[in-house]
Structures are given as C-alpha cells and as structure tokens.
Nanobody, 117 residues
Framework: QVQLVESGGGLVQAGGSLNLSCAASGSGFSINSMGWNRQAPGKQREFVATILLSSGRTNYADSVKGRFTISRDNAKNTVYLQMNSLKPEDTAVYYC??????????WGQGTQVTVSS
C-alpha cells in the first residue's frame, strides 16, 4: 500500500512563490514516476508536471512551463514542485500522483494553493 503526504500549500499574492512537497511511503511497490495535477473549482482535474524517478526526465503543462519546476529526491521518495511567478489562475487544489511500474496511479489528499490578485 502506498501513502502520499503533501505539504506546502497556502495563500500567496500574485507574483509570489510556493514550494510543494509530496513524500511517498509504504512497501511492496516500485515507483515509475511522480507528479502533480490540479483541480480548480468547477473544472476538471488537469495535468501540471511529472518526473521519471529513474532518469529525472520531466514534462510540464504549457500553462506552467518556465514558472514551475519539478524535482525529486529518490532516497526520500519525495517529489517537489517549486512554483514561481504565481498567477490567480493557478489557484486550485494540487494533488500529488505516484505511478508504479504497472501503471497504476496513487493520489494524495490534495493541498490548497490560493493566489490572490
């Protein structure tokens, strides 16, 4: 069983920064990738960023490229999302996602990010 614990959300003014983290724990699984999705009120959950744990290869949604940076600490099974130049439209609940080698995804409980104008 996989447990994901997220932290780092909060309230910030437009142009500010936040750093989210997500730590995975449990046993009996091998991680393929970790990443973040987000869901704004009244909208569907959307992809934000992902990172392959073996290679460190990253992928970003166009809306966050150049502003967000995803990184990982393999020893700690932890992924980070550094969010800079935040905009009000970045306001959402951010969910950590862990995908194991079989392709099955696990989700965190979500952390609220609110960007005021």
């Amino acid at each position: 069983q996989v447990q994901l614990v997220e932290s780092g959300g909060g309230l910030v003014q437009a142009g500010g920064s936040l750093n989210l983290s997500c730590a995975a724990s449990g046993s009996g699984f091998s991680i393929n990738s970790m990443g973040w999705n987000r869901q704004a009120p009244g909208k569907q959950r959307e992809f934000v960023a992902t990172i392959l744990l073996s290679s460190g290869r990253t992928n970003y949604a166009d809306s966050v490229k150049g502003r967000f940076t995803i990184s990982r600490d393999n020893a700690k099974n932890t992924v980070y999302l550094q969010m800079n130049s935040l905009k009000p439209e970045d306001t959402a609940v951010y969910y950590c996602r862990l995908t194991v080698m079989s392709g099955y995804p696990y989700w965190g409980q979500g952390t609220q990010v609110t960007v005021s104008s």
